[in-house]
Each structure stands twice: as structure tokens, then as C-alpha cells.
């Protein structure tokens, strides 16, 4: 299974942004199909935003317009760029990849409250 190792969560203010990156242990330009998922307590795990191999980015209505999704193949990194940012984006943010098995980083606080 690939490591992944997300960076970049914290404290935003409603309308702020943020941006998380995730960084693999290998070489992502192979991997089709990463992403980004979220979850708050007593929910379960939400999708949030994916992006192929091919740089085509999917996103849930609840963020679309408001986050995007990129790769850079480079640096074997993900990123999800977070505008306008909500209370209710609060969530412990999870990059995703889908090797054939699945591989979930450790996650990254994300917190919008004023």
C-alpha cells in the first residue's frame, strides 16, 4: 500500500481559505484514481473532491465552486485548495488512493469557526 501524509489543516475564519496537500511514498502518475474525504464525529467518512491520472477532477455538490482538487505528478502530491470556507467544512480531512486496495493517510484537522 502506498503512505500518504497530509499537511496543511488548522483554524480558518468563515470565508477564509486553506490548503491541504498530501504527499505519497511513491510515484502517483500510475495511481487513476486520489482523492480527498472527510469526517466529523459520529458521521461517517464523506467524499469530498477526487482527480484521475488524466487531471480531471470530480467534486461533491457541497463543495463544488468552492474547492479544487489538483495533483502535481512531480512531487507525487495532491492538494485540495479550500475557499470560502464554512462552520460546516469542519472535519478531519483524509487524502485517499485507490492502488487496486485503498490507502488512507493519517488525516488533518481542519477547524472554521469565528
Known amino acids: 500500500q502506498v503512505k500518504l501524509v497530509e499537511s496543511g489543516g488548522g483554524l480558518a475564519q468563515p470565508g477564509w481559505s486553506l490548503r491541504l496537500s498530501c504527499s505519497a511514498s511513491?510515484?502517483?502518475?500510475?495511481?487513476?484514481?486520489m482523492g480527498w474525504w472527510r469526517q466529523t464525529p459520529g458521521k461517517q467518512r464523506e467524499w469530498v473532491a477526487s482527480i484521475s491520472n488524466t487531471y480531471f477532477p470530480e467534486y461533491s455538490d457541497v463543495v463544488k465552486g468552492r474547492f479544487i482538487v489538483f495533483r502535481d505528478n512531480s512531487q507525487n502530491t495532491i492538494h485540495l485548495q479550500m475557499n470560502d470556507l464554512k462552520p460546516e467544512d469542519t472535519a478531519v480531512y483524509y487524502c485517499?488512493?485507490?492502488?487496486?486496495?485503498?490507502?488512507w493517510g493519517q488525516g488533518t484537522q481542519v477547524t472554521v469557526s469565528s
Open positions: 511513491e510515484k502517483i502518475s500510475g495511481i487513476a484514481d
Open positions: 485517499r488512493a485507490n492502488t487496486g486496495s485503498i490507502s
